[in-house]
């Protein structure tokens, strides 16, 4: 078993930052993948970021060239530095993490942009 702890979610105003943190409890150097996703009441859980074991990088479009993920191995951590928040980044984030085939979330940080 794997825990991911988020933390860093919270209100912010439009044009703002925020960092999330993902603390896992298994070294990140392990995980096929790590990153971060998002769901808004009704709709489906969406793809922000994530990064591989090769330090390959997949973002979506709508974080492109607003969000940065980056991790910390000693600390087992992966980030978020997300900048120029809209409203419409409003919504739930969650931690993801691929350890040897198994699918591992956290347990989900809110995120609010205000306008």
């Known amino acids: 078993q794997v825990q991911l702890v988020e933390s860093g979610g919270g209100l912010v105003q439009a044009g703002g930052s925020l960092r999330l943190s993902c603390a896992a409890s298994?070294?990140?150097?392990?995980?096929?993948?790590m990153g971060w996703y998002r769901q808004v009441p009704g709709k489906q859980r969406e793809l922000v970021a994530l990064?591989?074991?090769?330090?390959?990088?997949n973002y979506a479009d709508s974080a492109k060239n607003r969000f940065t993920l980056s991790r910390d191995t000693p600390k087992n951590t992966v980030y978020l530095q997300m900048h120029s928040l809209k409203p419409e980044d409003t919504a739930v984030y969650y931690c993801?993490?691929?350890?040897?085939?198994?699918?591992?979330w956290g347990q989900g940080i809110q995120v609010t942009v205000s306008s």
């Open positions: 993801h993490a691929i350890y040897s085939f198994h699918n591992y």
């Open positions: 298994r070294s990140i150097d392990s995980a096929y993948s």
């Open positions: 990064i591989t074991s090769g330090r390959s990088t």
